[in-house]
């Protein structure tokens, strides 16, 4: 099981932490990432973080804005999000995928879900 939890209203320029923490079972070796679903929209890549979390990969319009880190000790991700946007409001869900197999980027080639956090960013 994956629950992110750290969502919340905040406005623009300021900055939110989403955590991301696995119970039940551990993800040793899994790709670790943060996707977003704006009302209406189709659900979004943000970030990815391979196991050791030597390779970090972003969505071009949260790069340089947005950080994904893990704790493996934890079994915690975070997203460190700095210069928020209106545009950054969404519900964000962080999920858990192997590395072989698909498009990592998409949507549909991430197995393991949790439940999403809101994200509102006002003007």
């Known amino acids: 099981q994956l629950q992110a939890f750290g969502g919340g209203l905040v406005q623009a320029g300021g900055s939110l932490r989403l955590s991301c923490a696995a119970s039940g079972r551990t993800f040793s070796g899994y790709i670790m990432g943060w996707f977003r679903q704006a009302s209406g929209k189709d659900r979004e890549f943000v970030a990815g973080?391979?196991?050791?979390?030597?390779?970090?990969f972003y969505s071009d319009s949260v790069k340089g804005r947005f950080t994904i880190s893990r704790d493996n000790a934890k079994n915690t991700v975070y997203l460190q999000m700095n210069s928020l946007k209106p545009e950054d409001t969404a519900v964000y869900y962080c999920?858990?995928?192997?590395?072989?197999?698909?498009?990592?980027?998409?949507?549909?080639?991430?197995?393991?879900w949790g439940q999403g956090t809101q994200v509102t960013v006002s003007s």
């Open positions: 973080i391979t196991w050791s979390g030597g390779i970090t």
């Open positions: 999920a858990a995928r192997t590395y072989s197999g698909g498009n990592y980027y998409s949507a549909s080639s991430w197995a393991n």
